[in-house]
């Protein structure tokens, strides 16, 4: 056997024990999610069973369920439109040598974003009783963007970086003026980084349980307080548990699956820069 | 009326000067060249002309009118950026059409001027591709063509040409060179190519960088042919001509210098002179019969052969020259003692100190 094939065949040897150390956990939890509490917890774990579907039906008929689902979808749709709405401009801006500052805001953004979610939870809990927007999906989308809009601006500068200056001068010199410059040249030529980035915000926002359980009581309860509640005072509901665990996941699966250029796209960006 | 007029402009990049003292005019219709080396200037005076490049120091006027501070768009202006700059997410017919988008010209109008410029530059089957899937000198057309759209007072070309290979490089020069005599349009044109410049300009502007000590960066403005024959100082006959010109430092005697055994009478501003330096082009510098003693000696150490000529390297006393030789002409073999004769009517003196030509 040659250098080249055992290099290869080993690879793949790391390559498959990664992918199943990282699937198993997922096959695990549909597995519980499709027995009947006592075939969930056999010994030794039955491999072959009779799948139900009575956890899937209890959670697809759960308002509480639902209702979070919809909170989730909404929270990432506004956290999303939010941190496009102000960080695209913001890169743009940015992106331009002129801005007096600039590494500053850009290592403040940073920090913003690197800092622990929960440190947000507290001070606001109290701005939010106050204000309203406790227990509101629009307070909750607004908290989103202590990172949804620094992650938003940093990648959508390395996005317009790439776009090659003689472009906004040669715009520039066809009388176009800033924002339309943005518009028809930065935007378009940006497409792919926007989608990523709006991809990795919906995944990061959808994953989010810390300010949602500090800043939700009742009615903008997100998905993955929906599934912690199946976590009940006297007992675990193991098979609705998994069922809506796995249901939080279709969403961003899916996603994830039709959107996988831009989500590497975006990311070796990152990597590269 | 002068196209443009740069008056003592300076500029800066920060605090670093990069343009100081510029005095140049292109009158309405010409076709003037900025060569020089890397940081010589040239594309930012280009880019100052375009309102891309702000001018610290001096007055700009486009068509009479002073520009210094004016919008890029309000300038009678059209560059043609040495990337072309085209808008890769555009369709041709949207990159030429979009400046006229901006404007706000109707649908109709904007769709009948595309057709038309893209027919001049022979674009009109590629109107619906993008420019990714044209080749380097369609691209370059594209460019032209956007620029042709504007009917600006004054064309500005930075490097069009560095992008293409050497032979479709020969092909865009005469169709730019065409372009112009059609136009009429004032046009300054940006290379460090000294071919181009001397091919292609009715008026070479030579620059040089500050970095390197100058006082400024014009050099010496003129036609091709007074920036050849009467160069104005040490860089420029340096600069223009390949192979570039024999220059070598001569010790004053008597009001005359000798090249080996061959006596030159200097002018009298040269011949109180310690010193002079004095420059000839490989052209005009001639292998002596067999068998003479007049003129340098030196012997052949590499033979360039171009096939329609030869170019010399000859180790001398007084350094390594050049010398060009028609193919016809015997030619000697390397490693062969000759002698070297200068010709008298074609020497070009500089003083030593400030470089400056002494006629």
């Not at chain 1, 947000?120 to 109290?126: R, T």
């Not at chain 2, 085209?86 to 109707?106: C, D, H, S, W, Y």
């Not at chain 2, 016809?328 to 073999?333: E, G, M």
Request: hydrophobic share 50%; aromatic share 8%.
């Amino acid at each position: 056997m040659t250098r080249a094939r055992r290099a290869t065949l080993l690879s793949y040897a790391i390559l498959i024990i990664a992918g199943f150390a990282s699937i198993f956990p997922i096959l695990w939890i549909i597995g519980i999610s499709l027995k009947t509490q006592a075939d969930a917890f056999a010994m030794p774990p039955k491999l072959v069973f009779v799948p139900i579907w009575d956890h899937y039906a209890k959670v697809w008929a759960d308002a509480t369920f639902i209702k979070g689902f919809l909170n989730s979808l909404f929270a990432a749709l506004l956290g999303n439109l939010m941190a496009f709405a102000i960080g695209i401009p913001a890169a743009f801006a940015l992106n331009q040598k002129r801005v007096p500052g600039r590494a500053t805001i850009l290592a403040w953004l940073l920090l913003s974003y690197m800092l622990p979610e929960f440190l947000f939870v507290i001070p606001i809990y109290g701005l939010f009783q106050a204000s309203g927007l406790y227990d509101t999906v629009f307070g909750l989308a607004l908290v989103y963007q202590t990172f949804t809009l620094p992650f938003t601006i940093w990648m959508m500068r390395a996005f317009f970086a790439d776009v090659p200056f003689a472009l906004y001068e040669a715009a520039r010199l066809e009388g176009a003026k800033s924002w339309q410059i943005l518009l028809r040249v930065y935007l378009p030529m940006a497409a792919p980084g926007i989608a990523a980035t709006a991809i990795l915000n919906t995944i990061r926002i959808w994953n989010e349980l810390a300010i949602a359980l500090g800043l939700t009581f009742d009615k903008a309860q997100t998905v993955t307080l929906a599934v912690a509640a199946y976590r009940g005072y006297a007992a675990i509901d193991w098979g609705a548990l998994s069922a809506a665990a796995i249901t939080s996941i279709l969403p961003m699966l899916i996603f994830a699956v039709l959107a996988q250029r831009q989500i590497v796209g975006g990311l070796s960006l990152g990597a590269v820069k | 009326m002068a196209a443009v007029e740069f008056q003592n402009v300076g500029i800066r990049f920060g605090e670093v000067p990069v343009v100081r003292d510029l005095s140049l005019i292109v009158e309405d219709g010409e076709f003037v060249v900025l060569v020089g080396p890397s940081g010589c200037g040239k594309s930012t005076i280009l880019r100052s002309i375009a309102g891309l490049a702000a001018i610290n120091e001096g007055d700009m006027r486009i068509g009479g009118e002073r520009m210094n501070d004016a919008d890029p768009a309000a300038r009678d202006i059209a560059m043609v950026f040495q990337s072309y700059a085209l808008f890769p997410n555009m369709t041709v017919a949207q990159n030429l059409g979009f400046g006229l988008k901006i404007r706000g010209e109707a649908r109709a109008g904007i769709a009948r001027k595309v057709a038309e410029v893209a027919a001049v530059v022979g674009l009109s089957d590629h109107l619906h591709k993008r420019p990714g899937a044209l080749s380097g000198g369609q691209r370059q057309r594209v460019a032209l063509a956007r620029a042709i759209l504007r009917r600006p007072g004054v064309f500005l070309f930075d490097e069009p040409l560095s992008n293409l290979d050497a032979e479709f490089r020969t092909a865009m020069r005469a169709e730019i060179v065409r372009f112009h005599r059609n136009q009429g349009a004032s046009m300054v044109y940006v290379t460090h190519d000294q071919t181009e410049a001397m091919t292609m300009g009715d008026k070479i502007a030579v620059l040089a960088p500050l970095a390197a000590g100058h006082k400024a960066n014009l050099m010496q403005y003129g036609t091709p042919d007074e920036v050849y024959n009467r160069p104005a100082n040490l860089f420029v006959a340096r600069f223009i001509g390949t192979p570039r010109m024999n220059v070598m430092t001569l010790p004053v005697d008597g009001g005359t210098v000798r090249f080996g055994s061959q006596t030159l009478a200097l002018p009298p501003a040269a011949a109180h002179l310690g010193k002079v330096v004095l420059g000839q082009r490989p052209e005009h510098l001639r292998l002596a019969a067999t068998g003479s003693e007049s003129g340098l000696a030196g012997s052949v150490e590499h033979i360039e052969n171009l096939g329609h000529e030869m170019i010399l390297t000859l180790a001398t006393d007084l350094g390594p020259l050049i010398l060009r030789e028609a193919r016809s002409a015997k030619v000697p073999s390397l490693g062969q003692q000759v002698r070297l004769v200068l010709d008298p009517d074609h020497v070009h003196l500089f003083d030593p100190v400030s470089e400056q030509r002494i006629e």
